[in-house]
């Protein structure tokens, strides 16, 4: 089975600043990978996905992801940080065989935005 | 769209109750599926419906928990007898199944906590 992992628990950062998140999975093939992001007491809202094509994604809120096959990461940027993006962002990866139901998800990075 | 609608948002209950939780999937949406949400194991895939039909039920922890799509509009998850290590946040999220990377839509989710 694939599975994902979020190595930073919490960052924090200031805003204006640059973030990164990161994510690792382990998948022999191409994996269908994907990020969401949840606001305190609600659910889980998908920021952008990847399957194939171009390895830089574009997602929403100004979010963009980059699929790095030779480090089997996925990584989460944003090149500046408003106090609104505070929340828990998860990663996560496919895990059935590309019938896409089964999302495995990383534990989740909890970012903290100063001001 | 109201969005995937859940019920109750906060449920209390003592250990050996019966708990049942509801989910109203977007109309329109084919596929559903039941998370649980836990510190210690992140967020976990309970159970996945197609068109009604379950699919996918492998990661339901044990017998006491049950789940039923009566119809396209409609799901419950139910827990008999309920124990303090259910306690949880449990999902519900809703797909349009029309393509190969389908996103889902989740709910507020219902925080359960079992005494």
């Known amino acids: 089975a694939q599975s994902v992992t979020q190595p930073d628990i919490h960052i924090t950062v200031s805003e204006g600043a640059s973030l990164e998140l990161r994510c690792n999975y382990s998948y022999g093939a191409t994996p269908y990978l994907f990020w969401y992001v949840q606001s305190p007491g609600q659910g889980l809202q998908l920021l952008l996905k990847?399957?194939?094509?171009?390895?830089l994604v574009q997602g929403i809120k100004g979010f963009e992801a980059e699929f790095k096959r030779s480090q089997s990461s996925f990584n989460l940027r944003k090149p500046s940080v408003h106090w609104s993006d505070a929340a828990e962002y998860f990663c996560?990866?496919?895990?059935?065989?590309?019938?896409?139901?089964?999302?495995?998800f990383g534990k989740g990075t909890l970012l903290t935005v100063n001001p | 769209d109201a969005g995937v609608i859940q019920s109750p948002r906060h449920e209390v209950t003592e250990m050996g109750q019966e708990v049942t939780l509801r989910c109203k999937p977007i109309s329109g949406h084919n596929s559903l599926f039941w998370y649980r949400q836990t510190m210690m194991r992140g967020l976990e895939l309970l159970i996945y419906f197609n068109n009604n039909v379950p699919i996918d039920d492998s990661g339901m922890p044990e017998d006491r928990f049950s789940a039923k799509m009566p119809n396209a509009s409609f799901s419950t998850l139910k827990i008999q007898p309920s124990e303090p290590r259910d306690s949880a946040v449990y999902f519900c999220?809703?797909?349009?199944?029309?393509?190969?990377?389908?996103?889902?839509?989740f709910g507020p989710g219902t925080r359960l906590t079992v005494l």
């Open positions: 990847y399957f194939s094509g171009d390895t």
């Open positions: 999220a809703s797909s349009p199944r029309t393509g190969t990377l389908d996103t889902q839509y």
């Open positions: 996560a990866v496919d895990n059935s065989g590309g019938s896409n139901y089964k999302l495995t």
